[in-house]
């Protein structure tokens, strides 16, 4: 390949790469770091022997989150409380069946469910079910036999559909789950948020142990609904409430009079329309980069 301009052929595919690395290793920031890394080694590469420049990057992208997924596994084993993924602002240009697509494989269930498989079984998965990459081509990136990454992607495959987070649940339920649930902090009133509510409903916070925050996991509608109306209530109510659009569906972040982000509220629900899961994210460093407003992903 000859005469091309290489950081216009990068920017092509950095919406794609970013999209790949959040998805593989569930960090905003580290997504960022892999595809930089990934910039670099292209500027530096022989361009004119690669034929496929979208594969290559790919394919160098993938092997290298693999590589900071395995290290980050190890690291979390220290982590200090419950650790949930970097939340991320998320937007679309597209149709709504393109945003369905989109928070289906953003969800914060569904990137907790990816932390049950391997390295590698996560990152086949993601190729070919998310982006749609031929097994051919996957085996390539991985290094491995064709049929080897076809088990993987079958293994994966069992996984996500036993945790049933493949669904997208209609703009209204969520913004009336949303409702319910600010006039539950600001009013104390829980009848409306019951009903919307499954009975195993669980709620927990990441806060790296940096600052206060609930510990351990509330579950059980009577549970959850005691814990919004007393401790959730008494600490929140204060704060400024913004709703936005986070890891593809409705959410809600809390901002302190001087404009600081003090945490970021998702939401899990079942094919029913109940909210299955309350996920709060206080860590500071992992609340950072929604400040710089909704990201385009691939």
């Not at 394919?59 to 220290?78: E, G, K, Y």
């Not at 991985?142 to 997208?168: F, P, T």
């Amino acid at each position: 390949m000859t005469s091309i301009d290489p950081t216009a052929v990068f920017e092509e595919r950095r919406r794609h790469l970013f999209g790949l690395a959040y998805r593989i290793l569930g960090s905003r920031a580290d997504a960022e770091d892999a595809v930089q890394d990934v910039f670099i080694k292209w500027l530096a590469a022989d361009h004119a022997s690669i034929a496929t420049p979208a594969a290559w990057l790919t394919t160098l992208c993938t092997r290298h989150c693999i590589d900071m997924l395995r290290d980050a596994q190890r690291s979390r084993v220290d982590y200090v409380g419950t650790w949930l993924p970097e939340p991320i602002q998320t937007r679309t240009d597209e149709t709504p069946e393109t945003h369905a697509l989109l928070a289906s494989s953003l969800s914060m269930a569904f990137l907790l469910l990816l932390e049950r498989l391997t390295p590698k079984e996560r990152a086949a998965y993601l190729l070919h079910e998310i982006f749609e990459t031929p097994y051919p081509d996957i085996a390539e990136m991985l290094d491995m036999e064709e049929a080897a990454c076809r088990k993987l992607v079958s293994r994966a495959s069992v996984n996500i559909a036993q945790g049933k987070v493949r669904h997208v649940t209609p703009p209204k339920v969520q913004d009336d789950l949303l409702s319910a649930f600010r006039e539950a902090i600001t009013a104390g009133s829980t009848e409306a948020l019951a009903g919307l509510l499954s009975d195993d409903i669980a709620v927990c916070a990441d806060s790296g142990g940096k600052v206060s925050s609930i510990e351990g996991v509330f579950q059980g509608k009577g549970s959850v609904l005691t814990l919004i109306a007393t401790q959730l209530a008494r600490y929140w109510a204060a704060y400024e409430w913004l709703p936005c659009e986070i890891n593809g569906g409705r959410a809600i972040q809390l901002r302190a009079n001087d404009g600081e982000i003090a945490a970021a509220i998702t939401f899990a629900y079942n094919d029913e329309g109940k909210a299955t899961n309350i996920y709060i994210m206080r860590n500071p460093d992992k609340l950072d980069g929604l400040a710089f407003g909704p990201e385009a992903l691939a």
